[in-house]
């Protein structure tokens, strides 16, 4: 059973497991904003690459970020086996490379990196992007997904206009005037 406080009293919610509480669930989620990345790894288990906005940092003591994975997206088996992964975080102009790796072009192109500059590193580094490259950890399987934690081995092109996934679409971040002068 599940609450949520109403005033200042918690009350019973739907159901957990129920369809209107998996609803609401996805409808607030639609409203938190998330930065865009593309998750990028190469090795044994080949190279991929898959759109992924579930994304934070753990802790800079040491350096750790996570992830989170779909169990049955094919990024997910690669990374496990290939333990190397860049997290490419996509810069505002670059909602095209999002859609490309989130599969939207996979009905007309057969390789996802088709014309995407990923300069000559082992493991794609998407030109553009700031690159987090990282190191596996540990993989904790919850659910439908499979949270990777990784060491962050290296740091390449910082930015600060990242691309945000807000309410089902893409956005540019625009500053609050008072937080910057
Ligand atoms: C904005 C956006 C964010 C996404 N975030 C995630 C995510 O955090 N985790 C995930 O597993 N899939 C996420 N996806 C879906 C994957 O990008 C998509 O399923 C992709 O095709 C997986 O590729 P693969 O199965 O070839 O690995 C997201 C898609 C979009 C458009």
């Known amino acids: 059973m599940a609450f949520v406080m109403v005033g200042s009293a918690y009350m019973t919610y739907p159901p957990e497991h129920s369809?209107?509480?998996?609803?609401?669930?996805?409808?607030?989620m639609r409203g938190v904003g998330a930065s865009v990345t593309v998750v990028t790894t190469n090795g044994?288990?080949?190279r991929r690459g898959a759109t992924v906005s579930a994304f934070c940092s753990v802790s800079a003591d040491p350096p750790t970020i996570l992830v989170c994975l779909n169990k049955s997206s094919g990024i997910a088996d690669a990374v496990a086996e290939n333990r190397l992964f860049n997290v490419n975080i996509l810069r505002?102009?670059?909602a095209k490379i999002a859609r490309r790796f989130a599969g939207h072009d996979?009905?007309?192109v057969t390789d996802r990196f088709e014309n995407i500059g990923c300069g000559a590193s082992d493991v794609p580094e998407i030109t553009g992007a700031m690159v987090l490259c990282c190191e596996t950890e540990s993989m904790v399987p919850s659910t439908s997904h499979t949270i990777v934690i990784a060491r962050v081995i290296?740091?390449?092109s910082p930015h600060l206009l990242p691309l945000a996934y807000l309410n089902g679409g893409f956005h540019q971040l625009v500053p609050i005037k008072a937080d910057i002068e």
């Open 44 to 46: 044994k288990a080949g």
């Open 19 to 28: 369809d209107q509480h998996r609803t609401e669930f996805i409808g607030a």
């Open 106 to 108: 996979d009905g007309h």
């Open 154 to 156: 290296a740091i390449k």
């Open 92 to 94: 505002d102009d670059q």
